[in-house]
């Protein structure tokens, strides 16, 4: 939801409106972060806000952190294979991975 709301602020029809719902958006992503900071998909939504959010937000403190841990963590994730693909190819697109890494991470994926 909280992805989603910040999402939500990109079409708002003024600035403050933006910021309302980009700060509503941030605390919930944060709040679901506090209680579940082991939970990989809220992890990867966040490293998502945070890579698009416009650098005057100051919301990219977590970047590193969240895709050190969502590649560390992807391989044993209880995910479905393509819910991992997908991950894995979305963070290459953002330039967030190596296509390099990328190739190691499908490459885990895929051992028996």
Request: aromatic fraction near 10%.
């Given at each position: 939801?909280?992805?989603?709301?910040?999402?939500?602020?990109?079409?708002?029809?003024?600035?403050?409106?933006?910021?309302?719902?980009?700060?509503?958006?941030?605390?919930?992503?944060?709040?679901?972060?506090?209680l579940s900071p082991k939970n990989i998909e809220i992890r990867?939504?966040?490293?998502?806000?945070?890579?698009?959010?416009?650098?005057?937000?100051?919301?990219?403190?977590?970047?590193?952190?969240?895709?050190?841990?969502?590649?560390?963590?992807?391989?044993?994730?209880?995910?479905?294979?393509?819910?991992?693909?997908?991950?894995?190819?979305?963070?290459?697109?953002?330039?967030?991975?190596?296509?390099?890494?990328?190739?190691?991470?499908?490459?885990?994926?895929?051992?028996?």
């Amino acid at each position: 939801k909280g992805a989603l709301t910040i999402i939500k602020a990109k079409f708002a029809p003024s600035p403050l409106k933006k910021f309302v719902f980009f700060k509503e958006g941030k605390s919930m992503i944060e709040q679901a972060v506090s209680l579940s900071p082991k939970n990989i998909e809220i992890r990867y939504l966040r490293v998502l806000m945070q890579e698009k959010s416009p650098i005057f937000l100051n919301y990219k403190e977590n970047i590193k952190e969240d895709i050190s841990f969502v590649v560390n963590q992807i391989v044993e994730a209880e995910l479905t294979l393509k819910v991992k693909y997908k991950i894995i190819s979305n963070l290459v697109e953002a330039n967030l991975i190596s296509y390099e890494q990328k190739l190691h991470l499908f490459n885990r994926l895929n051992k028996p």
